[in-house]
Structures are given as C-alpha cells and as structure tokens.
C-alpha cells in the first residue's frame, strides 16, 4: 500500500512553546463554532479525548501517545465514525502528528496525518 499521509507545514510569529500551547488546547481551535464537542482530556500523555460534531455524524476518539514539550504531540485515533468518509472508520488505527520547530525568527508546525 502506498503512503497515504497528508502533511501541511506552516510558519507562525509564535515560540515553540506558545505554539505546543496552542496545539495542546484542542478546545482553543477544534471546537465550538459548530457545535463540536470536546470530552476528556488534551494535554496529557496516554489520556484520551473524543471529538463530536453534526448531531453524532462526526465522532473521533484519540489517544495522546507521544507529547514532547515545545517539539511534537501525537495523537491515536482509536476509534472513529465519520459520516464524509466513504469508509466511516477509516481514521481508526491512524496517527495525527504535530511537530514543532524553530525556523529563523518563527516556528515551524509540521502537520501530519
């Protein structure tokens, strides 16, 4: 099977450690203006958190796996049922990563899934 990963890297005026704070704020950027709902969880090694949006359409559950502070925080997808999917559990068993780095006068966040 061929590598399927979606990677998105950007530059941002913030620090390494403003931008792992950021990142690490799950409720902060992924919840809210939609009725997304956040429970459990975010910044911690090991805790899990779960994502619901589009009255129960949307719903992933992830596991923290690997945080390191200020460079990368990893996320598993432990289970999943999303509803724009062909196959709605497809994200189950996959990892969402974010790494953090210094470039120049910025920081740069590389975004991978």
């Known amino acids: 099977m061929k590598n399927q990963d979606y990677t998105k890297v950007f530059l941002t005026d913030q620090t390494p450690a403003e931008a792992f704070a950021a990142i690490k704020n799950v409720r902060g950027w992924w919840s809210g203006l939609y009725g997304e709902k956040i429970e459990g969880s975010t910044d911690k090694l090991n805790e899990e958190f779960t994502f619901r949006a589009g009255g129960g359409a949307h719903y992933s559950k992830q ?23 062909k196959e709605p559990g497809e994200w189950t068993g996959t990892k969402i990563s974010f790494e953090i780095s210094k470039k120049g006068p910025k920081s740069q966040i590389t975004f991978t899934h």
């Open 63 to 85: 596991k923290l796996v690997e945080v390191t502070p200020d460079k990368k925080i990893v996320w598993m997808v432990t289970d999943s049922k999303l509803s724009f999917l």
